[in-house]
């Protein structure tokens, strides 16, 4: 069975960090591209940050220098650290897999996902 376990949300004020993880068994995540998404409401979902399976890494505009991902492939956990948080971050935050070499930004092409974690910056 596969699943995503997100956990290392919560309440922060601007300026402040978090450690997002994620668990993820029941598939082979050393050969997929995995990737952070967020969501605010009223808002599409957002991609945050992606690394295939080749460890090569992108991140959105609105987080390059602030945010940085990783990958524990021992234990497969995907992280993501966040600093220099802003009011703007505040959002659901989703780990999500898809079963290719190569890592798109288009969320409809991952295949799993995990329940999300909430992030609220305030001001």
């Known amino acids: 069975q596969v699943q995503l376990v997100e956990s290392g949300g919560g309440s922060v004020q601007a300026g402040g960090s978090l450690r997002l993880s994620c668990a993820a068994s029941?598939?082979?995540?050393?050969?997929?591209?995995m990737a952070w998404f967020r969501q605010a409401p009223g808002k599409e979902r957002e991609g945050v940050a992606i690394v295939d399976r080749y460890a090569q890494i992108r991140y959105g505009d609105s987080v390059k220098g602030r945010f940085t991902i990783s990958k524990d492939l021992a234990k497969a956990t995907l992280y993501l650290q966040m600093d220099t948080l802003k009011p703007e971050d505040t959002a659901m935050y989703y780990c999500?897999?898809?079963?290719?070499?190569?890592?798109?930004?288009?969320?409809?092409?991952?295949?799993?996902w995990g329940q999300g974690t909430q992030v609220t910056v305030s001001s």
């Open positions: 999500a897999a898809r079963p290719a070499g190569n890592c798109v930004w288009r969320s409809a092409d991952y295949t799993y």
């Open positions: 029941g598939f082979p995540a050393s050969s997929y591209c």
